[in-house]
């Protein structure tokens, strides 16, 4: 199978010779902008707000957003600061309150791209594990709370990568996974679960790999995008469709005549043997 180079690394992720502070901060991507909503497609990497975690990190996506627009905004929702794609921001406290309330009560569509480690046994399913509030803290004492993902592996390959003599290459998958709840690492926790980690979740995953993956492809990230959010206005009653396009170091996962395409890879249909 013939395949394209992987991307380079975005021109954003690469060194640059002055310090941080003085870095100009480039625009974010528009989805969607009226009188009470912005929707921007978030860089993996950025923070959504300054927090005590990371009191030297001065950018982040709601100042940036800010400066953009010239006035105060709310961020309705977070995505780790991994994972690019939809984030929705409101322009007054009203429109943060009456989302906060419809994402609440799961009024909203939420739908991710994954490229996760090995290949799901069935095309569909879903996981029902209940999760622990707190991700940083340790499970046992803390209250569980029901939490639900629904998933659907888009496509199957191989990449001549190895972490153990036996396993001469490595399967990966690219899923779409669609959380009804939004537990904080949802969709992160539950793929662990199914043993089926996302590429370059340094919390859940696994180093050797995640490195081994990151060298080949020449980017390191945590491979976790969200694509889509369906929600009805607040202030209209309009249904928004929002989706990000994915970045560039997408697209060679998302095209070719089997869905994708990368260095080295193969789908599922063009042989069998020993993988990871």
Known sequence: ???APFPPPHPATAPESLPDAAQPRAPLPLLHLDAHLAVVNKPAGLLVHRTALDAHEQDAALQRLR??????VWPVHRLDRGTSGVLVFALSADMASRLGVALAERLTHKRYLALVRGWPGADNGSVSHPLARDPELPSEGQPHLEATTHWHCLNRLTVPVTTAPRFPET???LMACEPVQGRRHQIRRHLKHLAHPIIGDANYGKGPLNRALAAHFGLQRLWLHAHQLDLMHPATGERLRLEAPAG?????WLSGPSGLSAPGARSA???EGPRA
């Not at 400066?67 to 105060?72: A, V």
């Not at 560039?248 to 060679?252: D, L, R």
């Open 1 to 3: 199978m013939t395949t």
């Open 248 to 252: 560039a170091e997408w697209q060679p």
């Open 269 to 271: 249909h063009e042989g």
């Open 67 to 72: 400066d953009q627009l010239g006035q105060p």
């Open 171 to 173: 399967r990966i998958s």
